[in-house]
């Protein structure tokens, strides 16, 4: 008998979170960030994984200006702030040590309010994804990640 993917990846040290299609055809997940819950769009293409400037009170960030312009969505040469040492939590995966950048979410979200779906918190982007060996199931709809 062959054994499904999920089989291989739990015995491999992997864990499985569920991930939510959204009416935009973009994936969601449920994330907590510095101990609060939050609503992310899981993004391969971005490059960092990011939260609003509207974020920094509500997941107790400390930030530092930056002079990187962020691009991304139909936005281009944003300004954006970082935030280091962050604790994020996907499922049962966990890392202390996460780099956000911040900036304007409004344009993401205002598309996402225009096709009947949620606002986010932020986007889960590549850093974490590469950092956690992350493996999507698009069909089961389910994301992997690495927890050792």
């Known amino acids: 008998m062959t054994e499904t993917l999920e089989e291989f990846l739990l015995k491999k040290d992997y864990i499985k979170v569920k991930l939510y299609l959204t ?5 969601e997940i ?7 819950k ?3 769009i899981l993004d391969t ?3 960092n994984s990011c939260v609003g400037f509207d974020a920094i009170e509500t997941f ?3 930030v530092e200006d930056s002079l990187i312009k962020a691009a991304g969505a139909g936005a281009i040469d944003m300004d954006t702030k970082t935030s280091k040492k962050n604790k994020i939590k996907i499922g049962m995966w966990k890392n202390n040590k ?3 950048v911040l900036f304007n979410l409004t344009h993401v979200n205002t598309a996402l309010i225009n096709h009947n779906s949620k606002p986010v918190d932020g986007i889960i982007g ?7 060996k992350a493996i999507i199931d698009y069909d089961k709809k389910y994301l992997y990640l690495k927890s050792k």
């Open 23 to 27: 009416k935009t055809n973009h994936f």
């Open 30 to 36: 449920k994330a907590t960030l510095n101990g609060v």
């Open 38 to 40: 939050g609503r992310f």
């Open 45 to 47: 293409g971005a490059s």
């Open 60 to 62: 107790n960030l400390n």
């Open 98 to 100: 996460v780099v956000l």
């Open 126 to 132: 590549a850093d974490i994804l590469k950092k956690s």
